[in-house]
């Protein structure tokens, strides 16, 4: 009884994995700073070797074209965090170029400097990326997030003083943790997990934060963009609780290397990690379709060294966990969906400023999503291995008829774990396949969003000869439809939606046990909730009407490739 | 060839079929191979007296009526086994393959999965979740995920003669097209590559319906002219209907689309030609399979590609009216009739 309270108090609704923080794998891998940076470099630095032999480039011509894009950046695009002695350093390296050409050196020599330059550029990047985790620091915002959350929630509910101490009894209400929550738990003690959650919004990775928090599991490092590090506060947080910095303007192929290598030796050093592996937050409110495999590929990787050199902790596997939000309500929506029209429709849309560009604003952020959205589920998926094979709690894996597989042969031909770069990028795209595949099973179906895609798609049927942007510009009075109607095809929607669920090929929210009244309902009332314009709203007894197109469109493309059109 | 360079490590062949025997012959040229007959006494009689019928088997060819052995003996294996059979071959197979594995199949046919009590003929419709290429079987029922394909214009009598000839090795694993072509490869058996296996496979299966088109042809005593305005369409409606489903168009180009397309078309030891031929000579379908100790592919992937497009509003007037003579009765001449009258608008509109 003393421990539940206590877990409570403390934000935990199930007991610590392991109880003591300096335990953790992140923690170990800390108190060793030194000696794991210099692996990182040391790998990077082979891997590039290797990557330029294998493009017939030269270090020095590996060197000019990431100094080329270098320069491009800071002069292009500066960001206030850019450390002050990026140009002088860049300076020097480019006399060095010169210096090599100029002085006739022997082809040794020559090698020698090359490497040590290139040593020195990874070092550097390797020291911008790293983070260092700090258990006191992670006492302090563990207390410190869940009072901040609920009270944020309880506030806005109106909800007495007395219910705010009870507070997470509240989040809990609000935010649900469903699915695989158990073997999750289990496997943080067989292996290492790779959490890869869809991305909505900017507050997914707080939420996520907070549910493996709940969950009482240890610390996930996870790479955060370098523009949230623009703001004062945050950063110091997130540095402490294990994000390490990534810098999207950087696309150069050392950096790449550089975050590559992090990212593969905290695997293969137990450190379980947190991929977004859409890269971005989904600018058209659609769940991915398409993944990026550039992180993926490094659990692949340390899954094959893990099986070459034998693992440092645990048994060495990686576990793969998708991991689908759903919200009836995201903030950014607006400019989220602005920015995806303009992309694919060339459109001169207003373009907003990122929603994160200071502190007030992100406080303000945070703010309204917690106190006024009405529901948000955390579907943690059926875990797997890097190659899609579903794993037990034990992380055994099983094939789809369910008989075990020793993972390790995947790696092997002729009877050893062998090298094959081409053989794991195959290995990686198919991962990439396979999780997405999965966000569209574990995803919960939410009323708000079943309304939107009913509505929009009917609109697009009646204004047949419209093309998706004259749809959008469709005047007000014209974008209304009767609710009569609007409930028949929504039911016939929701009977398809039932037998996917029976199938096993999507989930619905418990707010969908209910008749079509009751969730048609539910879904207008909770549909972009609290959007200055209702993307769908009540216009009198017998008819909706859009007040939004572009961000109906937005929440209807949730339910976009279940094949549910035919049922308009 | 110099016996030092017969490598150690053996080869599977899953199928004693014609083409199942002049693949192993093919490799039995470079490694040693173990040939599956499913029936005992087809692999008695291979063992005892090296042939079956006509078709005789290499000496470095080995044969066992025994699934867990060639998988336990063989890390690369070749299924060559009818489309019909292949599902239920795969899923004997399954329990015994591991993930180091490697399968290359052989077998230009679809996979088609019915609800019960349907038939392909009284399917209205299927969509692309019930059709399967061969590789999507084996990634369904097993755990091996490196696979791929042998296609392109392969008559096994010819290959079988010792003429040049040359096939393409697809998969998406570099590792699994350089066993592959490191294992067919001989003096008189060029090996291409391909990356695009979904492609490569799709191009391999819908041939067979131009070539039964082309027997058709033939057997009506048509000439070149028509034979060539065949093939020109043909290949047009392979690529459109390749291209609804996701295939890319330049594997149609190669020796597994227009190379298999020419070779099938123009041979009367092709399978699938005789189907049409002897169609267009008067005997009913039911007589000719009745007949033919080998199973053609064709007529099978017509039907279903017809409930296929009809799912997918794909227009393809060949197959559609060679469904309807050979299934519905149509007659002949008006199927001939259809194809002239379709109102094709431009020669080349799928590059």
Known sequence: MESVRYYIQEGILYEPVIPDIHDWPIARLFRKKQRFLQEVIGESTSQLAEFAAREGMTISDLIERTMYLERIRMTEEPWKVDPRDEKPFWSQMKKQLVRNEQESISADLLNLRTQEMLESIVERYANEIVSTFKPNSYHFAKRFLPVLFSTLLNASAGKTLRSMVNHNVQLQERILLAGETEAIRSLTKHGTIVLAPTHLSNMDSILVGWGLHALGLPAFTYGAGLNLFNTPILPHFMMRLGAYKVDRRKKNPIYRSTLDAYSTINLVEGVHSLFFPGGTRSRSGAIEKKVKLGLLGTAVEAQRRNFRDGPRSGSGKIFVVPLVMSYHFVLEAASLINQHLKYTGQEQYYLANDDFANYRKFLKFVWTTFSKSSDIVLSFGKPMDIFGNFVDNQGNSYDTQGRPVDIRQYFMSQGEVREDAQRDAEYTRMLGEKIVERYHIEHHVFSSHVVAFVAFQMLKREYKQFDLYGLLRLPEEERVLEIPAFKETLERVLYRLNELASAGKVHLSRHMINDTTGIFEHGIKNLGIYHAQRPLRIQDEKHLVSNNMNLLYYYHNRLTGYGLEKYI | ?351
């Open chain 2, 1 to 351: 060839m110099d016996l030092k360079n017969i490598s150690d490590t053996k080869i599977g062949v899953v199928g004693a079929g014609s083409f199942g025997i002049v693949m192993a012959n093919l490799l039995a040229e470079n490694s040693h191979v173990l040939l599956y007959a499913r029936r005992p006494e087809v692999a008695d009689k291979l063992r005892n007296e090296g042939q079956v019928g006509e078709r005789r088997i290499h000496e470095r060819v080995s044969v066992t009526s025994d699934l867990a052995e060639v998988a336990g003996a063989c890390e690369v294996i070749f299924p060559v086994v009818p489309s019909e059979h292949f599902r239920s071959m795969i899923r004997d197979l399954a329990p015994f393959l591991l993930p180091s594995h490697r399968l290359i199949h052989g077998t230009k046919g679809l996979d088609v999965h019915l609800a019960e009590g349907e038939t392909i003929h009284t399917v209205k419709k299927l969509n692309r979740e019930q059709v399967r290429t061969m590789s999507e079987v084996i990634r369904e029922e097993t755990c091996v995920m490196r696979v791929g394909c042998v296609a392109g214009p392969n008559l096994a009598g010819e290959i079988a003669e010792g003429q040049p000839a040359a096939a393409v090795v697809a998969s998406r694993f570099e590792e699994v097209i350089r066993e592959g072509q490191a294992a067919l490869r001989s003096s008189r058996f060029r090996v291409h590559s391909n990356y695009n296996l979904f492609t490569v496979e799709l191009a391999g299966v819908l041939k067979n319906i131009m070539a039964i088109a082309s027997g058709i042809l033939s057997g009506l005593n048509y000439g070149e002219n028509t034979r060539a305005l065949l093939i020109t369409r043909g290949l047009a409606e392979m690529i459109h209907i390749g291209k609804k489903l996701g295939a890319d168009v330049q594997a149609f180009m190669g020796l597994a689309g227009i190379g298999d397309l020419v070779a099938t078309c123009y041979s009367r030891r092709s399978r699938n030609f005789t189907v049409g031929y002897r169609l267009a000579q008067g005997e009913s379908l039911d007589q000719i399979l009745a007949s033919m100790d080998e199973v053609a592919e064709g007529v099978k992937t017509v039907a279903i590609i017809r409930a296929l497009i009809e799912e997918q509003r794909i227009s393809a007037p060949i197959t559609l009216s060679l469904y309807k003579t050979l299934f519905e009765g149509m007659d002949i001449s008006k199927g001939m009739r259809l194809l002239m009258e379709y109102p094709f608008s431009e020669d080349v509109e799928f590059m």
